[in-house]
Nanobody, 124 residues
């Protein structure tokens, strides 16, 4: 059974930074594209960023491009999301998940059950 555990969220002021982590058990992440997603209060879950199994050519939602960086450490079976220049509209619960391709991730065609997520709150 695959388990995804997100961590690193918290309360930060506008313009601040956070680094999220996603650790997986039950799945070898190196074989899959991995992505970050977020769900703001009262809204649907959205794609944020994705990265291929090789780590090459990450893909970002327009709303975070230039501010967020996704990376992965296949040896640790972990992916990361470095978030800089945070804005109040980035406030959401952030989740990770696996996909067969970046485009599947972009379309929220993910492979595993969603974890608990990690809450990011950006104050103005």
């Amino acid at each position: 059974q695959v388990q995804l555990v997100e961590s690193g969220g918290g309360l930060v002021q506008t313009g601040g930074s956070l680094r999220l982590s996603c650790a997986a058990s039950g799945r070898t992440l190196s074989s899959y594209a991995m992505g970050w997603f977020r769900q703001a209060p009262g809204k649907e879950r959205d794609f944020v960023a994705g990265i291929r199994w090789s780590g090459s050519t990450p893909y970002y939602a327009d709303s975070v491009k230039g501010r967020f960086t996704i990376s992965r450490d296949n040896a640790k079976n972990t992916i990361y999301l470095q978030m800089n220049s945070l804005k109040p509209e980035d406030t959401a619960v952030y989740y990770c998940n696996a996909g067969s391709s970046l485009w599947d991730l972009r379309d929220l065609n993910t492979l595993d059950a969603w974890g608990q997520g990690t809450l990011v709150t950006v104050s103005s």
